[in-house]
């Protein structure tokens, strides 16, 4: 089946739109910032946090850039406005960073301000290796200018727990993933269980440090590891929360982790950029094919 789904993958790119959207629509909320905030509105409703991402990535003139931050500032105000339980989510590279590294930054901080004054969140997502360092650095200074800012690390980075043991302290939100993009063997773990060791030798460390955790996954072995250690290290409730990305199926796992009173977060993604976010998580994560073919034979 991994095999079949990787080939459906790599062809993707060459389909039509209508031929892909279907395996997008489960897990994008959206073209438009109204559909967008329906989805998080009945999120809410149902008990979850969300955080909410304009989907693209490596902006290519400063327009552009700018652009996209006026978007999530609009983003911003909007959650602020209707009282959504939201934060949003960035990619550097989609504010400038790798075209303009100032502008990118300036941007970054432009959106750290707006959400000061709205009191909403503001994470910095993780990108490739190149944007390691520098994404680290830009938060710690975004920190200055807004408490809720948070960032990602990536479990299959060999640096990452050295990441962790340096960036922590009471202010910290810091979300784990596992780490969806093509690295070299030279810095990146290969192996799915070492990567979910890691995973769990980092939480240990986040958890029993300063920091607030975020803990991303999809996996469920790997979410019953997490409950385990949370269990056995007794953390309080609001030391961490659960997150997943909208639409991925998780049977009825995430009201299993409300009911014992943790805080689940869905990451909702929406935008124009569709088609493209849609090819690029289709070859990271081949699997999502069989989901949506599973549910056209359940028709």
């Given at each position: 089946?991994?095999?079949?789904?990787?080939?459906?993958?790599?062809?993707?790119?060459?389909?039509?739109?209508?031929?892909?959207?279907?395996?997008?629509?489960?897990?994008?909320?959206?073209?438009?910032l109204d559909e967008a905030i329906d989805i998080v509105r009945d999120?809410?409703?149902?008990?979850?946090?969300?955080?909410?991402?304009?989907?693209?990535?490596?902006?290519?003139?400063?327009?552009?850039?700018?652009?996209?931050?006026?978007?999530?500032?609009?983003?911003?105000?909007?959650?602020?406005?209707?009282?959504?339980?939201?934060?949003?989510?960035?990619?550097?590279?989609?504010?400038?960073?790798?075209?303009?590294?100032?502008?990118?930054?300036?941007?970054?901080?432009?959106?750290?301000?707006?959400?000061?004054?709205?009191?909403?969140?503001?994470?910095?997502?993780?990108?490739?290796?190149?944007?390691?360092?520098?994404?680290?650095?830009?938060?710690?200074?975004?920190?200055?200018?807004?408490?809720?800012?948070?960032?990602?690390?990536?479990?299959?980075?060999?640096?990452?727990?050295?990441?962790?043991?340096?960036?922590?302290?009471?202010?910290?939100?810091?979300?784990?993933?596992?780490?969806?993009?093509?690295?070299?063997?030279?810095?990146?773990?290969?192996?799915?269980?070492?990567?979910?060791?890691?995973?769990?030798?980092?939480?240990?460390?986040?958890?029993?440090?300063?920091?607030?955790?975020?803990?991303?996954?999809?996996?469920?072995?790997?979410?019953?590891?997490?409950?385990?250690?949370?269990?056995?290290?007794?953390?309080?409730?609001?030391?961490?929360?659960?997150?997943?990305?909208?639409?991925?199926?998780?049977?009825?796992?995430?009201?299993?982790?409300?009911?014992?009173?943790?805080?689940?977060?869905?990451?909702?993604?929406?935008?124009?950029?569709?088609?493209?976010?849609?090819?690029?998580?289709?070859?990271?994560?081949?699997?999502?094919?069989?989901?949506?073919?599973?549910?056209?034979?359940?028709?």
């Open positions: 089946m991994f095999a079949f789904n990787s080939l459906i993958a790599g062809l993707i790119p060459y389909f039509p739109k209508w031929f892909v959207r279907p395996f997008a629509k489960p897990y994008v909320a959206g073209e438009s999120l809410n409703k149902k008990g979850y946090a969300a955080t909410m991402d304009i989907l693209g990535e490596f902006v290519e003139s400063t327009d552009e850039a700018n652009q996209i931050k006026d978007d999530y500032a609009q983003v911003i105000q909007r959650i602020a406005e209707y009282g959504l339980d939201s934060t949003i989510s960035v990619k550097p590279t989609h504010l400038g960073l790798g075209l303009d590294d100032a502008l990118g930054e300036a941007n970054i901080m432009a959106l750290a301000q707006s959400g000061k004054d709205y009191g909403v969140g503001v994470t910095i997502d993780m990108e490739n290796s190149p944007y390691t360092s520098q994404t680290f650095d830009i938060y710690k200074r975004a920190l200055s200018i807004h408490d809720n800012m948070g960032t990602v690390i990536q479990a299959y980075l060999y640096r990452s727990l050295d990441d962790i043991k340096s960036l922590d302290s009471p202010r910290l939100n810091l979300r784990i993933c596992k780490g969806i993009y093509k690295e070299s063997p030279e810095i990146a773990i290969q192996n799915r269980t070492a990567i979910n060791d890691n995973y769990v030798e980092m939480a240990k460390t986040l958890l029993n440090g300063d920091g607030y955790a975020c803990l991303a996954t999809h996996d469920l072995s790997l979410i019953d590891r997490l409950e385990a250690l949370i269990e056995s290290e007794n953390i309080p409730s609001d030391r961490f929360e659960f997150q997943v990305l909208y639409g991925v199926p998780m049977g009825k796992r995430l009201e299993a982790l409300k009911a014992k009173g943790y805080k689940v977060r869905v990451y909702v993604p929406f935008g124009e950029a569709w088609f493209e976010y849609s090819v690029r998580r289709l070859k990271e994560n081949p699997k999502i094919i069989s989901y949506v073919m599973g549910n056209w034979f359940r028709r």
